[in-house]
């Protein structure tokens, strides 16, 4: 991977370890702190331009005079129309890159974190922080009278935070997105030969 890429992506993970402490921190006041959303915002801006830093290389070094995205397309259908519009060139003169690519789309098994990263990126860059609202559980409930304990029903149990709008859990998804941006970023790179 691109030392550079990889020194933003080193970064998002420092503030991923803020978002998970914050995160903690928040659900036992029950209010997800300006903050968190703030660093959220940076992990989700930090990891997608990871994969745009990528994409503009591979354009760099084989001449594709663009200005690219990493093309993501939804479905295999639209993927080789994507790749010529973000990277002309690259499908026909270096199917091996293409392939790469391809490896990671969202339409990929275990890759619909790309369109997670997609719409929180655009949700925080464009519109507002994202926000977050309680993950609840049901849990068997304890109570401690006098020093006994005993099981009571079940009781409502804030576990995490989720995200809104994609309605997915905040650190889940952004370990996820995490993981996911280094082996895509590493594997079109070294596909590439950047």
């Given at each position: 991977?691109?030392?550079?890429?990889?020194?933003?992506?080193?970064?998002?993970?420092?503030?991923?370890?803020?978002?998970?402490?914050?995160?903690?921190?928040?659900?036992?006041?029950?209010?997800?702190?300006g903050?968190?959303?703030?660093?959220?915002?940076?992990?989700?801006?930090?990891?997608?331009?990871?994969?745009?830093?990528?994409?503009?290389?591979?354009?760099?070094?084989?001449?594709?005079?663009?200005n690219?995205?990493?093309?993501?397309?939804?479905?295999?259908?639209?993927?080789?129309?994507?790749?010529?519009?973000?990277?002309?060139?690259?499908?026909?003169?270096?199917?091996?890159?293409?392939?790469?690519?391809?490896?990671?789309?969202?339409?990929?098994?275990?890759?619909?974190?790309?369109?997670?990263?997609?719409?929180?990126?655009?949700?925080?860059?464009?519109?507002?922080?994202?926000?977050?609202v309680?993950?609840d559980?049901?849990?068997?409930?304890?109570?401690?009278?006098?020093?006994?304990s005993?099981i009571?029903?079940?009781?409502?149990?804030?576990?995490?935070?989720?995200?809104?709008?994609?309605?997915?859990?905040?650190?889940?998804?952004?370990?996820?997105v995490?993981?996911?941006?280094?082996?895509?970023?590493?594997?079109?790179?070294?596909?590439a030969?950047?």
């Amino acid at each position: 991977m691109l030392d550079y890429a990889q020194s933003v992506l080193d970064l998002a993970a420092e503030q991923l370890a803020e978002v998970e402490r914050l995160h903690d921190e928040t659900l036992a006041t029950g209010v997800p702190s300006g903050r968190m959303q703030a660093l959220i915002k940076n992990v989700v801006e930090n990891q997608r331009s990871v994969l745009d830093y990528t994409a503009q290389a591979v354009a760099d070094k084989y001449a594709c005079k663009t200005n690219p995205y990493w093309p993501a397309a939804k479905n295999p259908a639209d993927f080789q129309a994507r790749m010529n519009k973000e990277l002309p060139g690259i499908v026909a003169t270096h199917p091996r890159i293409a392939a790469a690519f391809e490896r990671h789309q969202p339409y990929q098994p275990s890759h619909s974190w790309l369109l997670h990263l997609f719409a929180l990126t655009r949700e925080n860059k464009h519109h507002r922080l994202t926000a977050q609202v309680g993950g609840d559980e049901l849990r068997p409930g304890v109570v401690r009278p006098s020093g006994h304990s005993r099981i009571v029903g079940p009781m409502v149990v804030r576990v995490r935070w989720d995200f809104v709008d994609p309605s997915v859990p905040v650190l889940d998804t952004l370990r996820q997105v995490q993981a996911g941006v280094q082996i895509a970023a590493e594997d079109v790179s070294s596909a590439a030969g950047l």
